[in-house]
């Protein structure tokens, strides 16, 4: 048979083939049209709805437990996000409400949820993606109710790749390695829980190929290419032969051009478990710590203790490098319910980032900046009880998200240096270094900003003349340097980092920098992506930051390439004027 390409997103950089096996999970109601309302006991379905809540919490308690060990803390938090929705108040009411107005409890929790996952399939972004978590929520409990057999995807056949319309983070928690070589899905974004997965087991993963994967029949040959987000049906024996052979060498040690030009590789990290996997990889140190992550799925901020335990963690975890952490970056897709963000029409172009920490959570900014700056201090002395005492930490810098006026980094500066100021050397009772150095001294720590939006390209130049270094964000500098959403699965090519108005932004920030003691670096998706590093590097970044699986890739890349001629490419890149050129590029590099 002729080999058929579908094309996706690819979420993890890696590829494999096997035997296509559909996976359809969503129990279905015995009855769909419910009985008779005054058939039903309403009292008798609300037990067995509250019967059916507390198995299903059981059963995510557990899940919870078996993805922490297996793939990640930060991955496995997912399943506490599950248990509040089965609390939730208004879940609750609405199925009560059915439940009372004669509807058996499947039919109840059918229809609750529906309602639910409709408000949040018309937001965008990861909102739209939490859609998701309520259809898992759903599914559990009507399969309880129903006392239906569960899907094993644990128990697939070796070599299996999975196709499905979507895959939930139950489903994804259950995926052997060792017998699925990878998935599909018709659905998803880069940044849904299976994408997240997927690139925590080094799973070969394509998401959101559209209806065309529902023509792939099971039983199928098929590959998984997620570096290039395509899913090949009859793959040639040529085809076949370059699958899954990826040379992947970790090197631990930092890699220089093949010229002699030193190029810092680091990996970004949401949690603890996400640093570990950062060393796995052979990261150089972390350039940047999405601090949000830590805010996300409780009930309440973390407290300072929290973070200093988590900023020393990842500062002892790279005693030979560096650790940008990004300050707190809520808003847009980001939403926490406990800050009580405003409803905005456009939340992309509203509240966030910068603009929140210098306004309504100035408190908590300063909160995050003193358990940063303490941490970096004990790790630097080997004091408090971080759980070292080692002699050697990585450096401590800061990054601010979202800036787009020379004021907001003046402000955030001023408020870095008074916090560094006024730290008390013993502190109260929601501290942790009672027992620190009291002759430390607090420093203030390399000070930098992301630049995702035009504002802060345009005025790159000026900003050199306050901060040490500039990091690019190119996922929300492409959305706005393009006004193109970046979860919007319609606009995606436009959005796209390899469009000629992004390169020049890019071009612009990196010029700016040249001749001043602001270096340059990259924390976006293209900094991960290897065919791009020869445009970064001629471009002049000296630091390249990712996902912790593409880290050996890149720092390969770098090896290959000589300054000299990635300059060249530079030059023909800026002469571009649509995404084909710089594609083509990219290709024929």
């Known amino acids: 048979m002729t080999e058929q390409r579908l094309n996706g997103v690819g979420v993890s950089p890696v590829s494999a083939s096997g035997t296509a096996i559909w996976y359809t999970p969503e129990p279905t109601l015995t009855d769909p049209d419910p009985p008779a309302p005054e058939t039903i006991d309403s009292e008798a379905e609300w037990n067995r709805f509250l019967t059916a809540r507390q198995t299903a919490k059981s059963e995510l308690q557990n899940e919870r437990e078996r993805t922490a060990a297996a793939v990640g803390e930060s ?41 639910f996952i409709e408000q949040f399939e018309g937001m965008s972004g990861q909102m739209a993606e939490r859609a998701d978590d309520l259809r898992d929520v759903r599914d559990r409990l009507i399969r309880i109710l129903s006392d239906s057999e569960r899907a094993d995807l644990s128990a697939v056949p070796p070599d299996s790749v999975i196709l499905a319309e979507r895959l939930t983070p139950s489903d994804t928690a259950q995926l052997d390695p060792d017998r699925v070589a990878g998935f599909a899905t018709v659905a998803g974004g880069r940044t849904s829980h299976a994408a997240i997965f997927a690139r925590s087991l080094a799973l070969p993963a394509v998401v959101g190929v559209g209806t065309e994967l529902n023509t792939v029949e099971a039983e199928s040959a098929i590959a998984v290419d997620g570096t290039a987000g395509t899913v090949i049906i009859d793959p040639t024996p040529e085809t076949q032969a370059a699958v899954g052979n990826e040379s992947v060498t970790i090197q631990t040690d930092s890699v220089s051009t093949a010229d002699g030009h030193p190029i810092e590789v680091a990996a970004n990290v949401g949690t603890s478990a996400d640093i570990q996997t950062a060393r796995e990889y052979g990261a150089d140190g972390i350039g ?90 004990d790790a630097e002395t080997g004091t408090g009880t971080g759980g070292g005492s080692s002699s050697s930490s990585g450096n401590l810098a800061v990054m601010l998200p979202l800036v787009s006026t020379i004021e907001e980094v003046t402000e955030a500066q001023s408020m870095i240096e ?18 620190s150095d009291l002759d430390s001294a607090v420093r203030t720590p390399e000070f930098g900003v992301m630049i995702e939006t035009p504002a802060s390209a345009f005025l790159a130049p000026e900003l050199t003349d306050h901060v040490d270094f500039f990091s690019i964000g190119t996922n929300d500098l492409a959305q706005y340097v393009m006004a193109a959403e970046r979860g919007n699965d319609r606009v995606r090519t436009l959005g796209d980092y390899q469009q000629p108005a992004v390169f020049r932004a890019i071009d612009t920030t990196v010029r700016a920098a040249e001749g001043t003691d602001t270096w340059v670096g990259m924390c976006g998706e293209m900094a991960g992506d290897p065919s791009m590093t020869q445009l970064l590097i001629g471009l002049g970044l000296t630091e390249l930051s990712m996902s912790a699986v593409s880290v050996p890739q890149v720092k390969s890349a770098v090896q290959e390439t000589t300054v000299s001629e990635a300059q060249t490419l530079v030059e023909s890149a800026r002469e571009a004027t649509t995404r084909d050129t710089i594609e083509s590029l990219r290709d024929d590099r």
């Open 75 to 115: 991955e496995a938090e997912v399943f506490d996000a599950h248990i509040q929705f089965l609390a939730d108040p208004q879940i609750e009411s609405g199925v009560n409400s059915a439940v009372e107005s004669g509807r058996p409890a499947e039919h109840a929790v059918s229809e609750t949820f529906s309602e």
């Open 288 to 377: 940047l710590f999405r601090s949000e992550f830590l805010f996300l799925d409780r009930a309440e901020p973390p407290t300072e203790a929290e973070q200093y335990e988590t900023y020393r963690s990842a500062l002892e975890s790279f005693p030979d490098g560096r650790v940008i952490v990004r300050t707190l970056d809520i808003g847009g897709d980001k939403q926490i319910e406990y800050l009580d963000l405003p409803t905005e029409d456009n939340p992309f172009l509203g509240e966030r980032g910068i603009r929140r920490s210098l306004g309504p959570d100035e408190e908590l900014f300063k909160t995050q900046l003193r358990a940063l700056l303490r941490a970096a201090r």
């Open 418 to 435: 008074t916090v560094a100021s006024n730290i008390e050397t013993a502190d109260g009772d929601d501290t942790t270094d009672a027992d």
